[in-house]
């Protein structure tokens, strides 16, 4: 007998980990028995571990089993599956759990009765059950550099790059609203269709971030960095801080009306216009004598002349020109040009494209503003706040 034991050891194995039959025909039949095999039999058959599932309508559930000594095993099942399966050792551990929850809809997925030893016969008990929590609401990330801050609700999402980045799982038929909580320093962020009613699928929407040129004059009471003022009639007031009539506190830029005949101009530092279909947009607020008085936006293309905004091609999209300044003897020095004169009525928001021309170029802004000479309005002046160059 020990002569036959003999002749199935090899050099390398360990009798301390096996065990041994020998047969009647003098072969001899051997099996692991340490810890590290978990006592499975090397010529053991294979076992299934069958479970089912209940509740799966997403895509993307990978369940996983970590069976002791063996690499983790992954199955990825598919949408609306009821069973999965895994093939294990006999006398195998096993560790069934959720790898990859489900998504489109978003699902959490449980796993019950998913520990064991197999023991000689399949594993049919291991249940899996998910729950949905809703539909993916996503912000897709167009041309961030920086730091976005993006809010549906109560719920706040800091986005730090381009792609897709998803709020909390949105059940059907509630309603969202996604909006921007804090723009990046330097760009201008917009949303495409960022309200409604979430219904049976996923929602992504679409942020564009631009490069843009951001003054409220609200660092300093001075003017400015870049900023100039040039005054082309100097006779009368000149633009100046104002924390008396601010579109948003402390600052804005200001020129008073006054009985004199004066023209007088804010202007930008020089803009880069790296795009086309660039944009402005500011606040502005007004009191004028009705067709008299008032104020045009002026523009300067690569050191050209300043030049009405119009003319140079740009398009007013709100809050346009209100009138015409009278000219003749004694008018002011924009007579005869479409201008914003009368009373705006408080603050309104002007938007305008900026010409084709400046695609490419840089640009100077200018508020030019004249009075005519004779009286004016009580508290008659323009303000301006809030200057934005989608760029």
């Known amino acids: ?21 020998v047969l009647a025909s003098g072969a001899c039949s051997m099996s692991w028995d340490d810890a590290s ?27 996983t089993d970590t069976s002791t000594g063996d690499p983790a095993t992954d199955v990825s099942v598919a949408q609306d599956a009821t069973s999965f399966d895994f093939a294990v ?13 489900p998504h489109s809809p978003v ?45 549906n609700a109560a719920q706040t999402l800091l986005v730090q790059s381009d792609g897709l980045h998803t709020f909390d799982p949105v059940p059907p038929g509630t309603a ?20 409604g009613v979430m219904t049976s699928a996923d929602v992504a929407v679409r942020v564009q971030c631009l490069d843009s040129f951001l003054e409220g004059f609200d660092q300093s009471a001075n003017l400015p ?27 804005c830029a200001r020129v008073d009306g006054t009985g004199n005949s004066f023209d007088t101009a804010l202007v930008t530092p020089l803009i880069s216009i790296v795009r086309a279909g660039a944009q402005l947009r500011f606040h502005h607020a007004y009191e004028t004598e009705q067709g008299y008085d008032g104020g045009v936006l002026e523009i300067q293309i690569d050191n050209g002349k300043f030049q009405d905004i119009t003319a140079a091609g740009g398009t007013f999209m709100s809050a346009g020109y209100t009138g015409t300044i009278a000219g003749g003897i004694g008018a002011s020095s924009l007579g005869g040009r479409n201008a914003w004169t009368g009373s705006s009525g408080g603050y309104v928001t002007t938007a305008i494209n900026l010409p084709p021309a400046a695609t490419g170029k840089t640009i100077a802004l200018r508020w030019r503003w004249a009075n005519d000479g004779t009286n004016t309005v009580p508290n008659g002046g323009w303000s301006v706040d809030n200057v934005v160059v989608d760029r």
């Not at 007998?1 to 039959?21: E, H, N, Y």
């Not at 050792?89 to 929850?101: E, F, P, Q």
């Not at 330097?186 to 309200?195: D, I, K, N, P, V």
């Not at 009368?236 to 104002?242: I, K, T």
């Open 1 to 21: 007998m020990r002569a036959q034991i003999a002749r199935c050891l090899t050099p390398a194995a360990s009798v301390a980990a096996m065990a041994f039959t």
């Open 37 to 63: 095999t978990g006592g499975a039999s090397l010529n053991a058959p294979a076992r299934r571990i069958h479970g089912t599932i209940s509740g799966l309508a997403g895509m993307g559930l990978v369940l």
């Open 89 to 101: 050792d006999n006398g195998a551990t096993y560790a069934i759990s959720v790898k990859a929850n």
């Open 107 to 151: 699902q959490s997925c449980v796993v019950a009765n998913g520990m064991g030893r197999v023991m000689d016969q399949d594993v049919t008990n291991v249940v899996v059950v998910c729950t949905t929590l809703g539909f993916l609401l996503g912000a897709d990330v167009h041309g961030l550099v920086g730091s976005l801050v993006l809010a």
């Open 176 to 195: 969202y609203a996604i909006s921007v909580v804090t723009q990046p320093l330097t760009q201008r962020c917009t949303l495409g269709m960022a309200s």
């Open 225 to 251: 960095s870049g900023w100039s003022i040039t005054p082309l009639v100097p006779t009368g007031q000149p633009w100046h801080m104002s924390n008396a009539s601010a579109y948003s506190a402390p600052n």
